[in-house]
């Protein structure tokens, strides 16, 4: 689990008499080149967090059966393992819901990026159901990303690093300052994600600006670091680079990694998307890939073949992409390959640790994440739209197994108009419920365990 997501929960415990009577749940324990970006206007004192080899997380105990709305179309259409039960949170939200945030008002917040809106969702009166889906902040450009950070919400537009904050107490969040503009343009994948490292340090993905080519901008397919007021940490990679794109790369090879966050020794791990063009099984989708700063993770170059665990000591290295020469004095052998993979065009998005999760012990230490699921492949090898769960054992994924499906249309592609969903970001709540964002249904699920 990411820190930032450790401290949103230390902020949240004020709620906990509040959610233990509502929810039934309780908690223990030299100047830029033409074209590129300019250093802010606003200047933002940093706040650094010492780095910690391992983060203490919170454990939830289910004390009461917890709250459960009446049946609806989620529980009809929506697979879900036995002893669990899911239901809708929010419906009709127009935009292309993405990802989520927990405030410390305990309220939910999402980013509907194609509208260019954060809106909260509260559910005042416990009832497992939104009471209204409110607009917090407006005129965004392609805002995805975005979590809570020192008393500010911290949201990754296409080209920008913004923070905002209601400081009138009005419920709108008037108060926009600029954090960083030093990231790429958005073409080809646009959205941008961030995080909170466990050194206090902000960490920002950006996607290729194509399916395979070597890209003239650093920035893209990788994941930068800054200082939380938008500079650049001096122990960065390339922090003194005369190229002053180059100065926030912190880890590069990234096609498309959507989402990222820690495990509780501190490493980051990341999910990559995948290029096209090889087919319906080729490259694999690499589903956690332990991210090393100062390293190319393979793209365009190379990929982890084979799917599943990759495992000491017959650890599967990278391979070469056929349609990309090596660069000279690079070879495969010098990425990093993934951890686990599995099947091509799987599309993975958010993703979040179980362990805030009221669910069975045997659930708290995984990591579950959205599979968008295909559009480009054949329709006999079409990749589901489903939550996937992916066990983890002695800090190592073992295997995985669909944990919430049934989104996708009979005999269509997750793509196609007819699917109800597309799940795109799972998330934990303070109430130990897993929330799941759907980007094609416009809608909020929240999913709960309820015993046999």
């Known amino acids: 689990m990411a820190f930032a997501q450790y401290t949103r929960w230390i902020r949240l415990t004020f709620l906990g008499g509040i959610l233990s009577a509502c929810l039934g749940i309780s908690q223990t324990a030299t100047s830029p080149p033409s074209g590129i970006p300019s250093t802010p206007t606003t200047s933002v004192e940093a706040t650094t967090v010492p780095p910690s080899p391992t983060l203490f997380l919170p454990v939830i105990t289910r004390t009461a059966r917890p709250v459960l709305p009446p049946p609806d179309e989620a529980t009809r259409r929506l697979t879900v393992p036995p002893g669990f039960a899911i239901r809708i949170f929010a419906e009709g939200i127009e935009g292309k819901a993405r990802f989520m945030a927990f405030g410390p008002d305990g309220a939910l917040y999402l980013t509907l990026m194609n509208a260019g809106r954060i809106v909260r ?5 416990g009832d497992g ?22 008393g500010w919400l911290y949201v990754a ?19 926009r300052e600029l954090v960083t503009n030093n990231l790429p343009s ?8 961030l995080h909170f490292g466990p050194d206090g340090k902000l960490y920002v993905s950006a996607g290729s600006s194509c399916n395979i080519c070597e890209e003239d901008d650093p920035r893209r397919a990788a994941i930068l670091r800054f200082n939380p007021d938008g500079t650049i940490p001096p122990d ?29 020794e501190g490493q980051m791990w990341a999910n990559h998307n995948g290029s096209d063009g090889l087919g319906d099984d080729l490259p694999p989708e690499e589903i956690v890939i332990a991210v090393q700063g100062g390293r190319s993770h393979g793209w365009p170059y190379c990929y982890t073949p084979g799917l599943g665990p990759n495992l000491p000591p017959n650890q599967r290295a990278e391979t070469q992409d056929p349609r990309m020469p090596l660069p000279p004095g690079f070879t495969c052998a010098e990425a990093v390959p993934a951890l686990f993979t599995d099947l091509a065009h799987s599309a993975p998005l958010g993703m979040d640790w179980g362990t805030q999760a009221a669910f069975p012990p045997e659930y708290r230490d995984d990591l579950f994440i959205a599979y968008h699921g295909s559009w480009n492949t054949s329709l006999q090898n079409a990749r589901d739209c489903k939550v996937q769960r992916i066990v983890v054992e002695n800090g190592r994924p073992v295997r995985s197994e669909d944990f919430v499906s049934g989104w996708r249309a009979p005999g269509k592609m997750c793509g196609d108009p007819a699917t109800w969903g597309r799940p795109a970001d799972v998330l934990f709540g303070p109430d130990g419920a897993m929330y799941i964002s759907d980007d094609h249904g416009g809608r909020v699920y929240r999913m709960i365990y309820v015993g046999p």
């Open 236 to 264: 960065n990679p390339f922090a003194s680079d005369p190229d002053p794109r180059r100065r926030p790369l912190w880890a590069w090879g990234l096609r498309n990694s959507v989402d990222f966050l820690w495990t509780p």
């Open 121 to 125: 969702l509260p559910d005042r009166n």
């Open 157 to 175: 537009e296409g080209d920008r690093i913004e923070r905002l904050q209601d400081r009138d107490g009005d419920g709108r969040m008037e108060i």
């Open 129 to 150: 159901r939104a009471d209204q889906v409110e607009v917090v902040a407006e005129g965004l450009s392609l805002p995805h990303g975005i979590e809570w950070h020192d």
């Open 186 to 193: 958005p073409q080809g994948h646009v959205s941008r994600t």
